[in-house]
C-alpha cells in the first residue's frame, strides 16, 4: 500500500512540475521565421513563390527551395479544421 500511495504522489509531483515549467506565451509562427530557422541552420533558402492555398482550404501557402528541393508550407485556422 505504501508502494502505490508512494508512486501516486510522485506521479502527481512530476506532473504539477511539467506543467509548471510550460511556457504559457505562445510563440508567433511566421513564413519568414521558418525560413529564417533553416537559414539559422546553415542551409540555403531560395525565394517565396505563390501557390493555390485556397484550393486546399489554407489560410496561407508558399514554396521555395531549400538546398535544391522543393518545401510547400501550408497555414491553416486550427479552429476551424475539423468543419471541411
Known sequence: ???ILSAIIISMSMLFLL???GNSKAKDVTIDSIKQSFVDAGMTVG???EVMYQMIGANNGIKFDINDDIVELYFYDDKN???N
Do not use: I, P
Open 1 to 3: 500500500m505504501k508502494k
Open 19 to 21: 506543467v509548471g515549467c
Open 47 to 49: 525565394e517565396n513563390k
Open 81 to 83: 479544421l475539423l468543419e
